[in-house]
Every structure is written in structure tokens, then in C-alpha cells.
């Protein structure tokens, strides 16, 4: 496994004539869900290309860039066990170089639900999300479904771009009580640990709404009120949304349930796709 640290080093990377590349962008603190990523890039790809980056451009000026886990020598370990033949390590100048200003704008979908709790958020992703295939010139790129709305800005990103990267969603990858696993968990007291799950129930509760016939805003409710009565979960927000745009979806179409909460001082993030074959 290579470990590079440069654009040039990674722009000069070679390729087999006609080798598929994949790339994983992380932001380190590798757990079960970066592991899933990389197992199913590594099924498709000759070149499996993880970065690693802590994204200063994607955190507001009152979160938590500073307190961030950072883990670089336990994360090479899980790369390289996972089959990566190259990690992208670049420093915060090599990806945005002194006196930068340019950023991407990505609209309405940007700034509505999590995009509203977290102004500049999703500039900061499509960003650097960008910048990476820019350096790598991946083939393919691989995303968590854990970060839905990330997910619906960066397809949104390529199309409107013509940006000729594949892009695949993977399942979140959860912990048997159901708590979606993020780095941000390292946050949770044990007695924070064990309320967690409260956020996936909540969204549970909206999911078997719909699947057994009832509508989007009937959902969203039940999921409001379950994340109300959460002990120790302060809700953010929680909205039945289409999975594309974030906005009211169609009756009868694809539902997304997402909802964040604070639980102490860790922010969670989750999320349930409904398909119409069972919202109908
Ligand atoms: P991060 O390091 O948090 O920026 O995440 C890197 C990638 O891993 C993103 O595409 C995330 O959506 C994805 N990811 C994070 N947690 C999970 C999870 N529990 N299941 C699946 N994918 C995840």
C-alpha cells in the first residue's frame, strides 16, 4: 500500500491500460462503515484509492474541527487490511493552497434540512469531494448512505458538472441495538451510549407507518413525536423528504426519513429509505 501525500504524487499515480479506480473519501477514524465502503470498492476496482482529509471547509466556526478523532497510524492498519493499494493523505495546504477562494455552490438542496442546520456544510463537501476527483480521476466513487443528504448533493454534483464519475451508496452500517456507527460515537458517554439508539427507533417508528400504508406527513410526525419523547435526545430536526431533493416528496413516491438530535454534545445523524413499492 502506497501512502501519498500530494496532488502531484497522486496525479502521477499509474493505472493499467483500461484499470477501473475507485476511490473512498474519508475523513479517518475508520470504523465498520468505512470498512463496508471499502469492501464493496474493492470488489469492482484495479485501483482501490482511499483519502484520508479532515475537511476544515465542511465544519462551522462553532463545531467540532478541532476535537475531531484523528487515529492516521490505526487507520493505515485498517487500509491496508481492507485491500487499499493507495491512501490520499494531503495536508490543508496541499488541498486548499494559500490565498484559495473558490468553492462550489450547490443551491437550494445545500441549505434545506441538514444544509439549514449547518450552514456552508455541503459547499464544504462538494468542495473537496471535487478537488478529490480532480486529483485522482476516479472511475468510480463510493459513498455511505449514512450521510443521505451528502449523498443527493454529490450526485446532483457530477450530473450538473458532467463530471464522469460513477457513484455508489452503500447501506449504513449499524450497531445491533441499531445506533448508525460514526465516528462522532467516540463522543458518547457509556450512559449517552445506551440512549443513542432512541434516534433509529424514532425513524423506525416513522418507516412502519408508511409500510403499512400510511402517508409521508403521517410518518414525519410519528417520527417527530418519538424523537420528543426520546430520553436524553434533543431533537434537530425530523422530515419525510424526497430522496432527491430534500424537498415534500409525491404521494405515493420514495420517502426518506431523516432526523438529527443532540445527545450531550455529540450531533447524530440518521436516516431510513422508504422505496414507493411499500409507501403505495
Ligand atoms: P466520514 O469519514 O464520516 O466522512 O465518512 C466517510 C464515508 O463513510 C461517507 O461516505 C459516509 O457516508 C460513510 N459512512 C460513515 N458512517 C457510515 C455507516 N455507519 N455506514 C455506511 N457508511 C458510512
Known amino acids: 500500500m502506497k501512502i501519498v501525500r500530494t496532488g502531484q504524487e ?36 484495479d485501483i482501490l484509492v482511499m483519502s484520508l482529509f479532515v475537511n476544515p471547509l465542511q465544519f462551522g466556526p462553532d463545531e467540532d474541527l478541532d476535537a475531531y478523532p484523528r487515529a492516521e497510524e490505526r487507520d493505515l492498519a485498517t487500509a491496508e487490511t481492507a485491500g487499499v493499494d493507495v491512501v490520499f493523505a494531503p495536508s490543508n495546504v496541499e488541498m486548499y493552497p494559500p490565498g484559495a477562494t473558490t468553492t462550489l455552490s450547490v443551491g437550494r438542496l445545500g441549505e434545506i434540512v441538514e444544509g439549514a442546520a449547518r450552514p456552508g456544510h455541503f459547499v464544504g463537501v462538494a468542495t473537496v469531494v471535487a478537488k478529490l476527483f480532480n486529483l485522482v480521476q476516479p472511475d468510480t466513487a463510493l459513498f455511505g448512505q449514512k450521510d443521505a443528504q451528502q449523498v443527493a448533493v454529490l450526485r446532483r454534483m457530477v450530473r450538473d458538472l458532467r463530471v464522469g464519475v ?96 443532540r445527545l450531550g454534545r455529540t450531533r447524530l445523524i440518521d436516516n431510513i429509505p422508504v422505496p414507493a413499492r411499500t409507501a403505495s
Request: net charge negative; proline share 7%.
Open 166 to 261: 460513477a457513484i455508489t451508496v452503500c447501506p449504513t452500517v449499524r450497531a445491533d441495538d441499531g445506533l448508525a456507527i460514526s465516528s462522532r460515537n467516540a463522543y458518547l458517554s457509556s450512559e449517552e451510549r445506551r440512549l443513542a439508539p432512541g434516534l433509529f427507533g424514532a425513524l423506525s417508528a416513522g418507516a412502519d407507518v408508511i409500510e403499512r400504508g400510511g402517508e409521508a406527513p403521517a410518518a414525519e410526525a410519528v417520527v417527530a413525536a418519538a424523537l420528543e419523547s426520546a430520553p436524553g435526545l434533543v431533537p434537530d430536526y425530523a422530515r419525510a423528504v424526497d430522496p432527491d431533493t430534500f424537498e415534500t416528496p409525491d404521494a405515493g413516491g420514495d420517502v426518506l426519513l431523516v432526523a438529527a438530535a
Open 10 to 45: 497522486v496525479r502521477s499515480l499509474g493505472r493499467p491500460a483500461g484499470g477501473r479506480v475507485a476511490l473512498v473519501p474519508t475523513m479517518g477514524a475508520l470504523h465498520e462503515g468505512h470498512a463496508a465502503l471499502l469492501r464493496a470498492a474493492r470488489g469492482g476496482a
